[in-house]
């Protein structure tokens, strides 16, 4: 169980931050980029669960960001969950994708790329989507650098398939589609 009782702490004051294994790195580290991408994705989400009538599942990958933020603080390769060790695990990503296929079959197939707008809740899951593949682009160049979950990589992707599905259903086949060379 998480307990703050104190919101500063000043260890961070000479720019560095502690990891879950308890060591210390730059606050701009690519480990902290992505952490703090998916905390940033978090928020945009929770602004966008305002917007919608059932956020249920919004709220569940809420909770699901933060077990991945803890995720990228605890460096090194072994990505079993544990007590003391939290994981995203292949079961988190089969879930968004059950979600993805439920949304979809209410859909019409694309038949254009779609502008990222619509009705409100359209447009601020779409910004949401935005801050998911922004989170992943800085996942990515971490695992480019040291291990980072393959779970957690294919989550954060299925994420920002499930934001675009969801603004489509939002948008309920009104999408506002985009017309290539229109104003040419």
């Known amino acids: 169980m998480v ?7 000043r260890t961070g004051d000479d720019g560095t931050t502690g990891l879950v294994d308890g060591s210390r790195r730059a606050k701009h580290d690519p480990r902290f980029e992505a952490v703090g991408a998916v905390d940033e994705a978090n928020s945009v989400l929770g602004w966008a669960m305002l917007a919608q009538d059932e956020a249920a599942d919004l709220a569940r990958i809420q ?4 077990d991945l933020g803890a995720d990228l603080a605890t460096p090194g390769g072994d990505f079993e969950p544990s007590d003391m060790v939290l994981r995203i695990v292949p079961g988190q990503v089969e879930w968004l994708e ?24 359209a447009a601020r899951l779409h910004i949401a989507r935005t801050a998911a593949r922004r989170a992943e682009r800085a996942m990515t160049a971490l695992a480019a650098a040291e291990p980072v979950n393959p779970a957690a990589l294919a989550y954060v992707n299925r994420l920002s398939d499930y934001l ?16 290539p060379g229109a104003s040419r």
């Open 3 to 9: 307990r703050l009782n104190r919101i500063y702490t």
């Open 63 to 66: 909770n699901e960001l933060f």
């Open 98 to 121: 059950e979600r993805i296929d439920a949304a979809n079959e209410t859909l019409e197939p694309l038949r254009s790329f779609i502008l990222p707008g619509g009705s409100e809740a």
């Open 164 to 179: 675009f599905v969801l603004a489509r259903a939002s948008n309920a086949g009104g999408d506002p589609l985009w017309q």
